[in-house]
């Protein structure tokens, strides 16, 4: 089967690090992504990893280990419009390569 | 600029009615997506298209249909079958195999009422 997971809710405070974790198990690999969603509106790609390591894009980074099957992103420097759901997608193999979606974890960032 | 375009934005349907979503895409891409997101929810697969004029049932493909006349194409239809079709409704598309970024449409909302 897939299935992929993450934390339902965080809470940080503006100006702090957090750390959203996602871990996986998927039918085959050919990369993890996250995506920012704020309510009512659709998914914004903010990061991909298809190796091992570190990918960081400004105040966000995404780690990745595929022996682990786990994922996180580190977003810095927190601001109150990174308030979103993150979701976290693993892009399957075989036919279509489908991306499948964890639940999406809630960040609220409070002053 | 290119993109995804979705049509309506909101959508209000009656009970057993059909109702079709527009999706139109200008990204020259491959392979398109819909999925359906409940509220609180994550992504839930619906139908997906690798090629013109072959498309496949995803997770959740009960009570749905779709075609893909055209690359750029590719509307979904929520029909009467479909026992609980309010819900956020977003297509997406992506260049081809292997690590591509997978685009998104701003959505469409379905009401029943």
């Known amino acids: 089967g897939q299935n992929i997971d993450q934390p339902t809710e965080m809470t940080a405070t503006e100006g702090a690090i957090v750390q959203i974790n996602c871990t996986y198990q998927t039918s085959g690999f050919n990369g993890l992504f996250w995506y920012q969603q704020h309510a009512g509106e659709a998914p914004t790609f903010l990061s991909y990893?298809?190796?091992?390591g570190l990918e960081e894009k400004g105040r966000f980074s995404s780690f990745l280990s595929r022996s682990k099957g786990y994922s996180y992103l580190l977003l810095k420097e927190l601001q109150m419009k990174d308030s979103a759901s993150y979701l976290c997608a693993v892009r399957a193999a075989g036919y279509g390569q489908n991306f499948v979606f964890g639940p999406g974890t809630r960040l609220s960032v409070l002053p | 600029d290119g993109g995804i375009t979705q049509s309506p934005k909101y959508l209000f349907r009656k009970e057993g009615q059909n109702v079709t979503l527009s999706c139109e895409q200008n990204l020259n891409h491959d392979a398109m997506y819909w999925y359906r997101q409940d509220p609180g929810q994550g992504l839930r697969l619906i139908y997906y298209?690798?090629?013109?004029?072959?498309?496949q049932k995803g997770d959740i493909a009960e009570g749905y249909s779709v075609s893909r006349e055209k690359k750029e194409s590719f509307p979904l239809t929520v029909t009467s079958a479909q026992k609980n079709p309010t819900a956020f409704y977003l297509c997406a598309s992506t260049k081809g195999s292997g690590a591509n970024v997978l685009t998104f449409g701003a959505g469409s909302r379905l009401t029943v009422l």
């Open positions: 298209s690798q090629i013109v004029n072959d498309f």
């Open positions: 990893n298809v190796l091992d």
